[in-house]
């Protein structure tokens, strides 16, 4: 499986060095609650409104690397990205007609700062090897998070599924493999200080996931 985790990237090494932080982002209270069965219901319903409307923000983010791409496959990646963004959307409104709940919200403070942050990575002069990183982060923090409410003896709740499906799914895992990997060959060529640069939006995107959990746990 040459390729696959064999020879160990810049972005392993990344989650190596942060453990305690990548734990806090993966391994959030609010997600092993939903592992757990002990979630509250409304905290899920607070976490479903704001994702919406993080969601929306997060569009012209991705969109901005589809224009940085030069790379035919990697463009392709991001083109598959925007596609599964689609039907997200599509989701993010089923679901909350399902469970009653209004979409149009005000953001809070948590998903604002973290929204600042995806428009300031939008721009136009923001290194492509920085904003990849920023995207394999972003997801594969979704992934792990709700990957570890599928495994084997969780008691996620049944209504919950389709969340932790979403992006827990195996395809939704080997499309955050395709990014690390995009990300390991562009930081394999970039400059010493943009790679220094990279690493600093890993451990941001690391703390605003933590943060977006914790703002979904916290009744206002
Ligand atoms: C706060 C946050 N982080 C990552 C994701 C996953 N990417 C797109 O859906 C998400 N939906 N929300």
């Known amino acids: 499986m040459s390729g696959d985790g064999g020879e160990r990237g810049t972005t392993a090494r990344w989650v190596e060095k942060h453990r305690p932080l990548y734990l806090q982002a993966t391994?959030?209270?609010?997600?092993?609650?939903?592992?757990?069965?002990?979630?509250?219901?409304?905290?899920?319903?607070?976490?479903?409104?704001?994702?919406?409307?993080?969601v929306r923000e997060f569009i012209p983010f991705i969109a901005s690397l589809l224009l940085k791409a030069s790379k035919e496959s990697d463009v392709d990646v991001v083109l598959g990205g925007i596609a599964a963004l689609?039907?997200?959307?599509?989701?993010?409104?089923?679901?909350?007609?399902?469970?009653?709940?209004?979409?149009?919200?005000?953001?809070q403070m948590a998903n604002l700062e973290y929204c600042r942050f995806l428009?300031?990575?939008?721009?136009?002069?923001?290194?492509?090897?920085v904003a990849m990183t920023?995207?394999?982060?972003?997801?594969?923090?979704?992934?792990?998070?709700?990957?570890?409410?599928?495994?084997?003896?969780?008691?996620?709740?049944?209504?919950?599924?389709?969340?932790?499906?979403?992006?827990g799914n195996a395809d939704f895992g080997q499309y955050c493999r395709t990014l690390r990997k995009i990300a390991d060959r562009c930081l394999e060529t970039s400059s010493g200080d943009v790679v220094s640069e990279s690493e600093e939006i890993f451990i941001c995107v690391l703390n605003f996931e933590n943060d977006f959990w914790n703002m979904s746990l916290s009744e206002l």
């Open 119 to 129: 428009q300031s990575l939008a721009l136009p002069d923001v290194n492509y090897s």
């Open 86 to 107: 689609n039907d997200e959307i599509s989701w993010f409104r089923k679901e909350a007609s399902k469970w009653g709940i209004s979409l149009n919200v005000v953001p």
């Open 134 to 167: 920023a995207l394999w982060a972003i997801e594969t923090v979704y992934h792990e998070s709700f990957s570890f409410c599928l495994e084997g003896g969780s008691k996620t709740p049944d209504e919950l599924m389709e969340a932790c499906c979403r992006w």
């Open 27 to 54: 391994r959030h209270p609010f997600i092993c609650g939903i592992k757990d069965g002990s979630v509250n219901i409304s905290a899920f319903r607070r976490w479903l409104a704001q994702d919406y409307l993080f």
